[in-house]
């Protein structure tokens, strides 16, 4: 199964593709979609087309999105917000279902604590994924998010062949 994990950003967007087999995790492929400029909607448009062509290159089988988180700043809140709507979209019109994670999940997951800093993300997913090399911090968070999807997944998995 492979699955596409994005890490929304209105000036950095970042995805990360891994496959599963069983509990095995493999890295296929990691990397940033920039937009920059004042006007919101060419922005978008270009972390929209960017996501598209990552999807259509990789094809995914699903995707998981870090939820947004509310911090004091509503405005950037609701920009943040906006991004995601987009990695949400991209998917969506791709086909595939979405899993949706809040980011202290995800580091719980990947890291073992809810509060986990950047640095120790990094340092889990170059463990978890041997040999990646990282296109940068928002890249690693995607892949983050791909783990926590994949044993998420593998999770519900495993408890319905129990249950069967």
């Not at 000036?11 to 599963?20: D, F």
């Amino acid at each position: 199964m492979k699955i596409i994990g994005i890490d929304p950003g209105l000036r950095n967007m970042g995805w990360g593709i891994v496959i599963t087999d069983g509990p095995r995790l493999r890295h296929v492929a990691n990397g940033i979609v920039h937009s920059s400029g004042d006007e919101l909607g060419p922005r978008l448009a270009v972390l929209y087309r960017g996501l598209c062509a990552v999807i259509a290159e990789h094809a995914p089988d699903m995707a998981a999105v870090e939820q947004t988180f509310v911090n004091k700043d509503a405005v950037g809140t609701l920009k943040l917000g906006q991004a995601r709507g987009i990695a949400l979209l991209s998917v969506a019109e791709a086909g595939l279902s979405i899993g949706e994670y809040a980011p202290n999940a995800i580091k719980k997951t990947v890291v073992g604590v809810g509060h986990a800093g950047k640095e120790q993300i990094q340092h889990m997913v170059r463990f978890m994924l041997p040999g990646v090399q990282l296109t940068g911090p928002d890249a690693a968070d995607a892949l983050a998010v791909a783990i926590c999807h994949a044993h998420h997944v593998q999770g519900r998995t495993l408890k319905i062949k129990a249950q069967a």
